[in-house]
């Protein structure tokens, strides 16, 4: 059954109609509410500051946050790549249960660390479980590595669990970080050129973006090269000269997509502008390693509130109109979505660039991108909420 045959048979709620929708609702008010609270426990303290500390926080933006829109983004998109059943209903319920559960979880006071460790895994444990076996039935090879990348993302959250001391916290999260830039890579390196390059076909006729080519692979090859070393051994000059490297790469692949062009879409350039931040952000990260006189914190955030941030919003804004039948466009409360999030990004990473500012801007950028996720929610909260639109 196709997809599309799938959404018209399903009789359920629709929140549990397609997998987008509940990740994509409750990920980002997560989301929304994980960066704020971090801030204010940092600045007051309190009854809270033994559980909401700088791990939680890490944690929950990466295991949390950004765990539910990947994992959202792929239930909807894995069925298209493979042309099987979609993962909906019951199942995708339960699927939700286990990262709400994860959620709470984290929260809970006095828990033991094992029981922490197996309820807040299970969700991506699962997850995986669920993209290897599409992958494999539908012999859709390509998508290979996105299965690998959602294995380790699972495998690096149960590490920061366990903390083996042959492994460690700080490895534990930079392999999870890793995995969720390489899915960037990957994903955000298809459907950056393919959208544009439909836009602009019946839009602008001229140049289009480049085809996929060898050097699409060789910069792949080298992002991935460069932030392995940086798992291992993060501090290395030559891993730093690596990772700028890689981030120039980046860029030069993005310039051959024509981004400019579609200036006046905006459901388009956001994603090119979600990726000039990947590029950019290994490149600060890069210069930091090799003793440039700013904090890592600078190319960290431009990868997690620059890259992650603005890719997620572009392909969550635009992914729930598609798939709820509204038009593809967007609209003055969209592009002030667009405007909030970038804000935050480039906020957060001045304060790692001047330590002067660092503290305003911790708590700016957590503003700023807390009013991007709960614009989110209040504006789109409704289409992924309730059945789509016939057309």
């Known amino acids: 059954m196709s997809t599309a045959s799938a959404m018209r048979a399903y009789k359920g709620p629709a929140l549990f109609s397609f997998g987008f929708r509940p990740f994509f609702l409750f990920g ?5 509410l994980v960066a704020p609270l971090w801030v204010y426990v940092l600045a007051h303290g309190g009854d809270l500051s033994d559980r909401i500390g700088l791990d939680w926080h890490i944690h929950e933006m990466l295991f949390g946050y950004v765990a539910a829109i990947v994992g959202g983004f792929l239930l909807t998109a894995v069925p298209n790549w493979t042309g099987r059943y979609p993962v909906i209903g019951a199942r995708l319920a339960g699927l939700f249960a286990l990262w709400a559960a994860g959620r709470a979880a984290m929260l809970l006071p006095g828990l033991d660390r094992l029981l922490v460790a197996a309820i807040d895994g299970a969700y ?3 997850l995986s479980a669920v993209i ?16 690998l990348a959602i294995t380790g993302l699972a495998a690096s959250n149960i590490a920061f669990h366990l903390r083996p001391e042959a492994i460690g916290l700080d490895v534990a999260v930079r392999t999870g970080f890793t995995a969720v830039v390489l899915l960037l890579v990957l994903i955000g390196g298809r459907v950056t050129p393919s959208f544009t390059r439909n836009w602009l076909a019946r839009q602008k006729p001229g140049r289009l973006p480049a085809a996929a080519s060898r050097f699409d692979a060789l910069v792949i090859g080298v992002t991935i090269l460069a932030l392995a070393g940086w798992i291992v051994k993060p501090d290395l000059a030559g891993v730093g000269l690596a990772l700028a490297a890689a981030g120039a790469l980046n860029l030069l692949r993005l310039a051959r997509w024509a981004g400019w062009r579609t200036a006046t879409q905006p459901l388009v350039w956001i994603l090119h502008l979600g990726y000039a931040w990947l590029g950019v952000g290994l490149v600060l990260l890069g210069l930091a390693v090799m003793g440039a006189p700013f904090a890592p914190s600078a190319g960290l955030h431009a990868l997690t509130v620059g890259a992650m941030g ?10 729930a109109r598609g798939h709820t039948g509204h038009e593809l466009s967007a609209g003055a409360g969209t ?15 001045a304060g790692g660039l001047w330590s002067d500012i660092y503290g305003l801007a911790l708590i700016l950028s957590s503003g700023l991108w807390a009013a991007a996720l709960l614009g989110f929610v209040a504006i789109y909260g409704p289409m992924l909420s ?3 639109l016939r057309n």
């Open 310 to 319: 603005v890719m997620i919003l572009a392909v969550t804004t635009r992914a």
């Open 132 to 147: 290897w076996r599409e992958v494999v039935a539908g012999r859709n090879w390509r998508n290979l590595v996105v299965a």
């Open 386 to 388: 309730q059945p789509r």
């Open 124 to 126: 991506l444990l699962a």
């Open 28 to 32: 980002s008010l997560w989301g929304a």
């Open 335 to 349: 592009l002030l979505l667009y405007v909030l999030i970038n804000a935050a990004a480039l906020v957060r990473v």
